[in-house]
């Protein structure tokens, strides 16, 4: 009889939504009265050993709340919903460490709690809703066997990331970022070229190298596993076909390995142990005439030059302003001053990217003026064929210079 009549009274709960069979039962104050005056019943029955009554007591409490530590419920996807952000940082316990932090700018991040060598440490597993409450848990589990295996979660974290970035900053990587660095920004103003970039065609020339020699070879190398042999090996097979590029080579892979030292992509500079690893390069002098009847011999040989106007006035204007090969085809007309009898030439143009005055001679007027009446309609002092860029530079090689 007592039974059925408690029976009827628990019914009576359920239809006024007192106890409620699901994960969100007692997240709300009103029901921890209720709780507290079914679970002095319970203990009075126990007491008068009515079995019957406790045991169905204690499944409906098992399956109306779930206790947490702290003494909190487990958290649920629609808790973690409905969690505002507040003034401070707070935190939302879900059980055996794992907990959510929310952030007063509205972040949810996933934290573990544990202890490692008596000490308490945190592993962040992520951010909500990019981490369901399923994925925290799982992540929570896989943390806890690595403890049970003597093994640090977060260390462990630490080293699977350091592995990851090390196979993405291979040397060819690594390189190309230390090339972009440095290259000259096509967008800089003329005449404002950075002195710590290099020019157009030394960025060309460079990449070049790096892409025919150094990619195909070792490119692929972690930029971290790489070894003092592995370049070397490298540098040996260039010098067989050229000792002058391989030198080249070895100044700039060490110019990227401490890039890469201080950059965090390497521990340490591989290039500096290959110091005298290769031969020297003697270097031969260039061939000049020294000798005045030879130079005057020279100066005639150009002035009787059969070939074109363009090639001969700029192979007759080269002794006369005492220009580099680069500088001089490149020059444009509106750099030219006829007033002030002078060749005005941008830093831009220059080695040590300053700019330049060349006073001109009589002589070196006389040729500009000739030239002036061919190629005065085009910007190029000495254009190429198509005149929208200048003559190449294979005019002043010295296959051309022995007229």
């Known amino acids: 009889m007592a ?10 709960l359920r239809h006024h939504h007192i106890i409620r069979l699901d994960s969100q039962a007692f997240t709300e104050p009103r029901y921890f009265g209720a709780f507290v005056f079914l679970l002095s019943v319970f203990v009075r029955c126990c007491t008068l050993k009515t079995v019957r009554f406790g045991g169905r007591f204690w499944g409906l409490l098992k399956t109306t709340i779930r206790i947490g530590p702290r003494g909190c419920e487990v958290l649920s996807d629609l808790k973690i919903r409905q969690a505002k952000p507040q003034e401070k940082d707070y935190k939302l316990y879900d059980a055996e460490g794992l907990y959510l932090q929310v952030t007063p700018a509205g972040g949810k991040l996933w934290k573990y709690k544990y202890r490692f060598d008596g000490k308490e440490r945190k592993l962040s597993l992520g951010a909500y809703p990019v981490i369901t409450l399923i994925d925290a848990r799982e992540a929570r589990l896989a943390a806890q066997r690595l403890l049970a295996q003597g093994i640090d979660p977060g260390s462990d974290k630490k080293a699977r990331q350091r592995a990851t970035a090390d196979s993405e900053n291979t040397v060819e990587v690594v390189t190309r970022a230390w090339h972009a660095t440095f290259s000259t920004s096509p967008t800089k103003p003329r005449g404002q070229a950075n002195q710590k970039t290099w020019t157009e065609g030394h960025a060309i020339k460079l990449l070049h190298r790096l892409e025919k020699d150094i990619f195909p070879v070792i490119g692929s190398i972690p930029m971290a596993d790489l070894t003092a042999r592995d370049l070397l090996e490298v540098l040996q097979r260039v010098a067989e076909r050229s000792l002058e590029t391989a030198h080249r080579l070895r100044i700039a892979m060490g110019q990227v390995c401490r890039w890469a030292v201080a950059t965090g992509k390497a521990g340490h500079d591989v290039s500096g142990a290959l110091r005298g690893a290769l031969p020297p390069v003697r270097h031969k002098h260039m061939a000049a005439p020294t000798d005045p009847a030879e130079v005057g011999r020279l100066l005639r040989a150009i002035d009787s030059y059969g070939g074109g106007v363009i090639v001969r006035a700029a192979m007759q204007l080269l002794p006369l302003v005492f220009l580099r090969p680069g500088e001089l085809r490149k020059g444009r007309w509106e750099e030219i001053d006829f007033v002030n009898d002078q060749w005005n030439v ?7 990217k300053v700019d330049h005055i060349v006073p001109l001679s009589h002589q070196a007027l006389r040729i500009l003026k000739g030239l002036h009446q061919v190629t005065g309609c085009s910007g190029w002092l ?6 929208s860029r200048p003559v190449s530079d294979i005019v002043n090689s010295p296959k051309t210079e022995t007229c």
Do not use: V
Not at 3 to 12: A, H, I, K, T
Not at 346 to 352: I, S, W
Not at 382 to 387: E, K, N, T
């Open 382 to 387: 000495f254009p190429g064929r198509s005149w």
């Open 346 to 352: 941008p830093a831009e143009r220059m080695k040590m």
């Open 3 to 12: 039974g059925d009549s408690l029976y009827e009274f628990e019914s009576r």
